[in-house]
């Protein structure tokens, strides 16, 4: 059970490149979010998804797109990479509340770290 | 607006306990998680209180009180696997998972 995997673990860009990070879930989930993290600063939610088809903006999402065309997969695009962009990535999934403890627990990847130059 | 408040950084010895402090203002609320994270690892899941009052698990123990925007973390008999960043996250009531995170502390674990 491989959970949560994110690609690519590592990448260097260019500003002005565009790339994109994919994140899978091997676990059912409705629910996934992608999060970027940055020294002194919390876990930051990006974009999140309630279900297939559908997307929903954060508190950070500026720069960035999304789109869950299957269940298991949220990809996070950015169109035109900054410096500002650069910091670690993580995808998180969850079930909707109520379904394991009433907790709306989020599992996440590993990470991916990116440095835009 | 939102806010959660948490030292940046504590220290603690071999089979020590520690308590970690969390304090939380949040338009919503529903209950607060505290996540594990080592370092270049992902973030996992320690406890959710939602009610006031303490809940036990094994060396971890978390406790809530909802009227005073207040939670900590209890770690007792410290490993050096327990060094760590604690990330304490406000859950603003919505069933979406919207957690709104603190900025994590530090613990370091000495021999």
């Known amino acids: 059970n491989a959970g949560v995997t994110q690609t690519p673990k590592f990448r260097v860009l260019k500003t002005g490149q565009s790339m994109t990070l994919l994140c899978a879930q091997d676990m059912n989930h409705e629910y996934m979010y992608w999060y970027r993290q940055d020294p002194g600063m919390g876990l930051r939610l990006i974009h999140y998804?309630?279900?297939?088809?559908?997307?929903a903006k954060g508190e950070v999402p500026d720069g960035y797109n999304v789109s869950r065309l299957k269940k298991q997969n949220f990809l996070l695009g950015l169109e035109s990479a900054a410096p500002s962009q650069t910091s670690v990535y993580f995808c998180?999934?969850?079930?909707?509340?109520?379904?394991?403890?009433?907790?709306?627990?989020?599992?996440f990847g590993a990470g991916s770290r990116l440095t835009v130059l | 607006g939102q806010n959660i408040d948490q030292p940046t950084e504590m220290t603690a010895t071999e089979g020590a306990i520690v308590q970690i402090n969390c304090t939380y203002q949040?338009?919503?609320?529903?209950?607060l998680f505290w996540y594990q994270q080592h370092a270049g690892e992902a973030p996992t899941f320690l406890s959710y209180n939602v009610l006031d009052g303490l809940e036990e698990k094994g060396r971890f123990s978390s406790f809530l009180s909802r009227s005073k925007g207040y939670s900590y973390l209890l770690l007792k008999e410290l490993q050096m696997k327990d060094s760590a960043s604690y990330l304490c996250?406000?859950?603003?009531?919505?069933?979406?998972?919207?957690?709104?995170f603190g900025r994590g502390t530090q613990l370091t674990v000495w021999p």
């Open positions: 998804s309630v279900g297939e088809g559908t997307t």
């Open positions: 996250a406000a859950d603003r009531g919505s069933t979406l998972g919207r957690l709104y």
């Open positions: 949040t338009s919503g609320f529903n209950g």
């Open positions: 998180a999934s969850s079930h909707p509340a109520g379904r394991t403890s009433g907790a709306n627990v989020l599992t």
